[in-house]
C-alpha cells in the first residue's frame, strides 16, 4: 500500500482538522478526496500527459560566487536556482526574465494602456461627429494632444524597463 504525504502550514491543517472530524478523521477525509480524484480523472478522456523537457544541473560555486549569486536572485525576488536558470535562459534564447512583482506590474501597465487606447478611440469618434466651433474643438484637440503626449511617455517608460531587464542579463564583470 502507497503513503501519501504532504506538508501544510498548521493552520491548514488545524481547518483540515475541523472539516475531518465529520466523516472520521484526517486519513478518512484524505482518502475520500485522493479516491474522488481518481475516479474522476480515469472518467475523463485521456489526454497527452505534460512531460516537461528540462534537466537537472548541479554547479560547484566557490564562497564569493555563491554569495553573488544569493545577492542577485534576493535583489531579484526569485530563488537562486530559478536567478541561474534566468541568467542561462537569457543568454540561450534571448528572451527576457522578469521578478513576479516587475511581471505583474507590466501586465497592469498593459491592460491599463488598452483601456486607455479604447478611451482614446471614443473621443476620436466623438469629435469626428460632433459639430462644435472652432475654439471649442481646438481645444478638445489640444486635449488629445496632452493625452497622446502623456500615453508616448507611458510607452517610453515601458521600453525602458524592458531595455533595463535585457541589460541586466548581459554580460557583467
Known sequence: ?????????????????????????????LFRLVDGAAVAASAAPPTARLVRNARRLMVRLA????????????AF?????????????RHATGKPRFARPDELALIAIQV??????????QIARALNTAV????????????????????????EGLREAFAGNLTYWEDAP
Open 1 to 29: 500500500m502507497s503513503v501519501l504525504s504532504v506538508r501544510v502550514p498548521d493552520d491548514l491543517a488545524a481547518r483540515f482538522d475541523v472539516a475531518a472530524e465529520s466523516v472520521g478523521g484526517r486519513s478518512a477525509l
Open 63 to 74: 564562497v564569493p560566487e555563491a554569495a553573488h549569486v544569493t545577492r542577485e536572485s534576493a
Open 77 to 89: 525576488g526569485m530563488p537562486p536556482a530559478t536567478w541561474v536558470a534566468a541568467l542561462v535562459r
Open 112 to 121: 491599463e494602456l488598452r483601456r486607455i487606447g479604447v478611451n482614446v478611440n
Open 132 to 155: 462644435m466651433e472652432g475654439r471649442v474643438l481646438d481645444l478638445e484637440l489640444a486635449y488629445l494632444d496632452d493625452l497622446r503626449a502623456e500615453m508616448r511617455g507611458h510607452m
